[in-house]
């Protein structure tokens, strides 16, 4: 089973130049080749990886700024653009501006990595072109390495290993029959049939107050200046405090409670479609992420995780003058208990194909 493990760098100012030079580099190659794509659709022709990876050799010896970035770390870009295009559409698929887009790159070629423990703390990493960096040794690696990630995030560089752990996933799950319904809202991040609340502060109160004052100082700086950069850089290390807390939330709740539920009823709340003229709908920002944690434990232990779409619902009911939701047994769905119990009848009652992820309307194979 593959599993990813992320560390923190200790770079080197020269590292972390070369780590910056990469990033810009591939977001080019991106960029370059997004809009060399869509050139060709607007003809009605089709450009793919192949070619790609052809015209990029071509490419290396009319600018030799691009031999500056490891070989492999470009074809990756080329291959995640390319599968991305595939997935979601040419025009579809975004740019990577300088401004919003963190560096990342990926060296896909595991022969070409080597990682080695220096103490309890410390472990050194040997990657093309950047060579031995150290890294903070938080976790056991526990599997072979099949690729590794050079990302920036908040102002700090980790390297994600793709881990091949060999694990087994069990033929079946150890409480067979037992279910779950799951509401995410806005007051309250996930609550479940069972009548269990989770939710957490992802934010201080020291950092409300130094975010808002850093807000302020940003919309007074002048566009361009030192000072600007350098209050956006503050504003991203609080940010990626809060994201990271965000994030250990939703895996560490989806881990319990699909590890106690063989079938978990995710409801879809369409905001689109429920929000009406002057209606504001703010959705929790970690109830907004919790599916995703979710259906990754749900994959690791082939559980079905379910996301009924609009069509399930209506199969309950219909809409009210008070746009309140009403099933077949007569619930509210104003109340994020009476909303899971009919997720959770609609999920169980045989809608949810077996085998199968429902996700935001779409059907995955799992």
Request: aromatic share 8%.
């Amino acid at each position: 089973m593959l599993s990813g493990r992320r560390y923190l760098l200790d770079l080197s100012s020269e590292q972390e130049e070369m780590c910056e030079e990469f990033g810009g580099i591939c977001r080019s190659v991106w960029n370059t080749a997004l809009e060399q794509r869509r050139e060709y659709r607007r003809r009605g022709a089709w450009m793919n990886y192949v070619p790609h990876c052809a015209e990029l050799a071509d490419a290396k010896r009319e600018h030799p700024w691009l031999k500056a970035a490891p070989s492999h770390a470009l074809q990756q870009t080329l291959k995640d653009l390319d599968r991305a295009c595939r997935d979601h559409g040419t025009f579809t698929v975004r740019w990577r501006s300088k401004a919003r887009w963190s560096p990342s790159f990926r060296f896909p070629d595991a022969q070409q990595i080597s990682v080695e423990r220096l103490g309890r703390k410390w472990g050194r990493v040997k990657l093309p072109k950047l060579g031995r960096v150290r890294f903070r040794w938080s976790r056991p690696l526990g599997g072979e390495i099949r690729s590794a990630t050079v990302s920036r995030k908040g102002g700090r560089w980790f390297v994600s290993f793709l881990v091949d752990d060999r694990a087994a996933a069990p033929e079946r799950h150890a409480m067979p029959g037992t279910a779950v319904g799951i509401d995410r809202g806005v007051k309250t991040a996930v609550v479940t049939s069972d009548g269990d609340f989770h939710d957490r502060p992802f934010i201080t109160a020291g950092e409300s107050v130094r975010y808002r004052r850093l807000q302020q100082r940003l919309t007074r700086s002048k566009r361009g200046s030192a000072n600007r950069h350098k209050t956006i850089r503050a504003i991203g290390r609080i940010m990626s405090r809060v994201s990271d807390r965000r994030g250990d939330f939703c895996a560490q709740r989806a881990a319990r409670i699909v590890a106690k539920n063989a079938l978990v009823v995710l409801e879809d709340l369409r905001i689109s479609g429920i929000a009406g003229p002057g209606m504001v709908w703010i959705f929790n920002d970690a109830a907004s992420q919790f599916p995703r944690p979710c259906q990754v434990s749900g994959l690791d232990l082939r559980r079905r995780v379910s996301d009924p779409a609009a069509g399930t619902l209506s199969d309950c009911g219909g809409w009210a003058a008070s746009h309140t939701w009403l099933c077949q047994g007569q619930l509210s769905w104003k109340r994020p208990a009476d909303a899971v119990t009919c997720a959770l009848r609609g999920g169980v009652g045989g809608r949810v194909a077996a085998g199968h992820l429902h996700v935001g309307g779409r059907r995955t194979r799992s």
